[in-house]
């Protein structure tokens, strides 16, 4: 499986756009790109997933260059509910079974 | 349609002791995942099960196993609990293959 490295922690003000980016160097040909929100004392929601190009829903845009070798989660105009920790994670979901592998996320701290 | 739920929401055991957790699979799915998240980290794959059987297994060891009914709902079972099975239990429902997984809120476990 891929490893992701993503900040730590990254931190906004209310109303700003919030981009977090994710390095995947060894990312496989059949690896998409996931990324999940997580809540203290919460498990985590799915936000929104991509293989290339750009992918937009309601909640977030995702970014991922032509070598596919980082994405980057954009948060458009965050509030202080969207203060979470967010995870990039990489993998096949045509795969024999699918699991999710975490890492640490980045927690991003939204204020006033 | 109703979402993952986890029983019990927190629970206290003594070292040694056994314990289980179950969780109830979002309507329509037929695979469900567990997860352990230490404190600061992000989730470890436990094992998954698809249909009754598992199917696929992270690094954990024997003493803990699992078991999905015919409606798919699942239950974690941990034998001779040490102190550093204090965790959140996470438990994610699916229809199988791909990478969007619903989580359910967790169970809490202290081993004191």
Redesign the interface.
């Known amino acids: 499986l891929a490893k992701t490295t993503q900040p730590i922690s990254m931190d906004s003000y209310e109303g700003q756009e919030v981009n977090i980016t994710c390095s995947h160097n060894n990312i496989a040909t059949n690896d ?1 790109i ?1 990324w999940y929100q997580q809540f203290p ?6 936000i929104i ?1 991509g293989y290339k190009t750009k992918v937009t829903n309601e909640v977030a845009s995702l970014f991922i260059p032509a070598d596919r070798k980082s994405s980057t989660l954009s948060l458009p105009r965050v509030s202080l509910s969207d203060t979470a920790v967010y ?1 990039c ?1 990489v ?1 096949d ?13 980045t927690m991003l701290l939204v204020s006033p | 349609e109703t979402g993952v739920t986890q029983s019990p929401t927190h629970l206290i055991k003594t070292r040694g002791q056994q314990v289980t957790l179950r969780c109830s699979s979002q309507s329509g799915h037929n695979t469900v995942s567990w997860y352990q998240q230490a404190l600061g980290q992000g989730p470890q794959f436990i094992f998954q099960y698809y249909r009754e059987e598992e199917n696929g297994r992270g690094n954990f060891p024997p003493r803990f196993s699992g078991l999905q009914f015919p409606n798919y709902s699942s239950e974690l079972n941990v034998n001779a609990l040490e102190l550093d099975d204090s965790a959140l239990y996470l438990c994610a429902s699916s229809t199988g293959q791909g990478l969007e997984q619903y989580f359910g809120p967790g169970t809490r476990l202290t081993v004191t």
């Open positions: 998409y996931t004392s919460q498990g985590p929601r799915f997933q995870y994670l993998g979901p045509n795969s024999g079974y699918s699991t999710l592998t975490f890492g640490k996320g």
